[in-house]
């Protein structure tokens, strides 16, 4: 079985993330760069399901030149091999400009399952997942927390608003995974010392028949007009519970009307 | 007036809050028709009319929602190709912001999500939306096609204004690409009678400091005095003590309500993701290092099981 994992580089959740003033787009020299927590949780479904039925897995990343962590921290943990589609041209791509340059990526690869995280930690959007089904013309199996394969057949859980559906759907499949499926392993250093051997296909636009008027700033359907740093928040009150604590937060909500 | 296209969400004609509010905010902006997808139509017309739905465009056919996501794009494309509406406004829930994507490439437009505000300036809808956890605020507009908007529930206040509610019948006949993920199961967690997460105006939540499902009473409880919902943090959920549609974070649900209150949870960057924006916010935990309290407007350091039943009877006695 092959399998597809896709993965983003972010800058680092814990860190304060801004835009750049002249670009209006995440400002990523601004903090350190490295792999969309979540996509961990896509790697590791994907080794587990080659572990069990054979194959293996190729990462693919798409981002500035030097965002090079994400897919190495892919391949550190067991991937294959990485693709990396890196072009001047891609940035400014929106979700929708982003889906369309990885489904060019995904058209140059075979592939009998594509993995996501279900959600990047930078743009929050959760898009990616669904426009890539939409645009390759396969189920979507998104919000994953189970992933079943039986020969060509596979069945999910989807985590929903009410409890969950259970989904399923032949293969090829797109899947997007939530952190309730697995664990993620860490790289060991034999993984890390063999990671450095593993083949990294470097594209550009062009290599992979992507119209760069379609992507980046240019073929981008939507556009940030300004942003502004919201004012801090003003810093609170905090006691110790004497006793009386609770009586105390009872006060605060009442000079606040909500009791 | 121009045609805004609202997709309702709702249970078997139960319509959630946050159609009441989209169908406030279109109506500030043109003449909104609501999309209704599944059972239930008769059941929901009423609360349809009374937030100013001038028209409903129903489709009931179960094949609708026999499939993940992909149907409701189609039947919103059509719609969209039949009646060219100046907008589509969908709730920026984990499914809303999926159909809204794939109706986005449908129709070539342009989408923008969890939008907070939405108003027409020189005759461009403009998103207000919220980002890095409520550090950053940007206006953003749609540059081609149809504006596609999903919009954050508890970001408009909903107002009555009647109208007719005049039912539309629509069909669609789905392509095979729209039916290839089936459901072959539904599992509903039973919900009880708070009210939703991200539509309630005060949220109390559990985290790993409340040590039990059965504790959880205690949450409960506070949650109960003060007509709140219930949260909690991933460490709760994953210990199995609080099903996860209550997850409030990151990965989990983003709450916006007047107050929120955190018992017995760390703080962590990824629980905060879901919850900052919140007007006021309490923390009870015994640890003052805890980083939640950075956020707080008002943090009592101690015992959540001394301080929270403490409050819980204050204020029904206050009552
Ligand atoms: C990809 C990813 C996604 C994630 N998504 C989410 C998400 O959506 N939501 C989320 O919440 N987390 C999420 N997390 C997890 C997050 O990183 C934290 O692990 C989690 O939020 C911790 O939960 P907690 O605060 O309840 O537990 P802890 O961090 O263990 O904190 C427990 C707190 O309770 C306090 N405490 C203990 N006993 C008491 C007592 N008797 N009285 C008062 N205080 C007490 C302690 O002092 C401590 O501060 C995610 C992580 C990853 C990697």
Redesign the interface.
């Known amino acids: 079985m092959k399998i597809v994992v896709l993965v983003k580089q972010v800058p680092d959740t814990a860190a304060d993330k801004r835009l750049d003033p002249d670009t209006l787009a995440v400002d990523r020299g601004a903090v350190d760069g490295l792999i969309n927590e979540m996509d961990e949780f896509a790697i590791e479904e994907a080794l587990q399901l080659v572990e069990k039925h054979g194959g293996e897995v190729t990462v693919v990343s798409m981002g500035p030149e030097d965002a090079n962590d994400a897919y190495k921290k892919a391949l550190q943990m067991g991937a294959d091999k990485a693709v990396f589609l890196t072009d001047p041209a891609l940035a400014g791509s929106d979700a929708l400009a982003t889906s369309l340059a990885l489904a060019k990526v995904l058209g140059t690869l075979e592939y009998d399952l594509v993995i996501l995280g279900s959600e990047a930690s930078d743009a929050r959007t959760s898009l990616v997942p669904a426009l890539l089904a939409e645009r390759l013309g396969l189920p979507q199996l998104s919000f994953a927390s189970k992933v079943e394969i039986e020969g060509a057949a596979i069945k999910i859980n989807r985590l929903t608003d009410y409890g969950h559906d259970v989904v399923e759907a032949a293969l090829p499949a797109v899947v997007s995974v939530v952190e309730k499926i697995n664990e993620p392993r860490y790289p060991s250093f034999k993984g890390i010392m063999a990671a450095k051997k593993k083949p990294v296909d470097t594209l550009d636009a062009a290599g992979v028949g992507i119209d760069a008027a379609e992507v980046g700033w240019a073929g981008s359907r939507t556009k940030v007009l300004d942003a502004t740093v919201a004012p801090p928040r003003a810093k609170g009150t905090i006691v110790s519970d004497e006793g009386n604590g609770g009586v105390e937060l009872v006060e605060f909500l009442a000079s606040k009307k909500f009791v | 007036m121009s045609e805004i296209l609202v997709l309702v969400e709702h249970?078997d004609g139960d319509v959630k809050k946050v159609t009441l509010e989209l169908l406030t905010k279109a109506r500030a902006l043109g003449a909104p028709s609501a999309v209704f997808i599944g059972s239930g139509f008769e059941k929901a017309k009423d609360k349809l009319a009374e937030y100013g739905a001038a028209k409903v465009y129903v489709a009931e056919s179960a094949e609708l929602t026999g499939y993940?996501?992909?149907p409701k794009?189609e039947l919103l494309a059509k719609l969209v190709t039949d009646h060219e509406p100046a907008a589509v406004l969908v709730a920026a829930?984990?499914?809303g912001?999926?159909v809204?994507?794939?109706l986005?490439?449908?129709t070539?437009?342009?989408?923008?999500?969890?939008a907070v505000d939405l108003n027409l300036v020189d005759g461009a809808f403009?998103a207000e939306q919220?980002?890095?956890g409520?550090?950053?605020?940007?206006?953003?507009?749609?540059?081609?096609?149809t504006p596609i908007i999903a919009m954050r529930p508890n970001a408009t206040p909903p107002a009555p204004e009647a109208a007719a509610a005049e039912r539309v019948d629509v069909e669609v006949t789905l392509t095979e690409?729209a039916k290839?993920?089936?459901?072959?199961?539904?599992?509903?967690?039973p919900?009880g009678d708070r009210p939703e997460l991200t539509e309630a105006a005060?949220v109390v939540s559990g985290g790993r400091g409340v040590g039990s499902a059965e504790k959880f009473s205690v949450i409960e409880a506070l949650a109960d005095q003060?007509g709140a919902a219930v949260g909690a943090s991933?460490a709760a959920v994953?210990s199995g003590w609080y099903?996860?549609?209550s997850q409030v974070g990151?990965?989990g649900k983003t709450v916006s309500p007047?107050?929120y209150v955190a018992c017995g949870i760390s703080g962590a960057?990824?629980h905060r993701?879901g919850m900052q924006t919140s007007k006021?916010?309490?923390a009870?935990n015994k640890d003052?290092e805890a980083p939640i309290?950075e956020?707080?407007?008002?943090?009592?350091?101690?015992?959540l099981f001394?301080?929270?039943?403490?409050?819980?009877?204050?204020?029904a006695k206050?009552k």
Request: hydrophobic share 50%; charged share 20%.
């Open positions: 249970t993940v996501v992909a794009a829930t984990a499914e912001k999926e809204a994507g794939r986005a490439v449908k070539s437009s342009g989408v923008l999500t969890d403009v919220s980002i890095f409520g550090s950053s605020i940007v206006h953003s507009a749609v540059t081609a096609g690409a290839l993920a089936r459901v072959v199961e539904k599992v509903v967690v919900k005060i003060l991933r994953d099903p996860h549609q990151q990965t007047q107050l960057i990824q993701a006021t916010i309490v009870v003052a309290f956020l707080v407007d008002y943090g009592v350091v101690g015992d001394a301080v929270v039943p403490q409050a819980t009877e204050e204020i206050r």
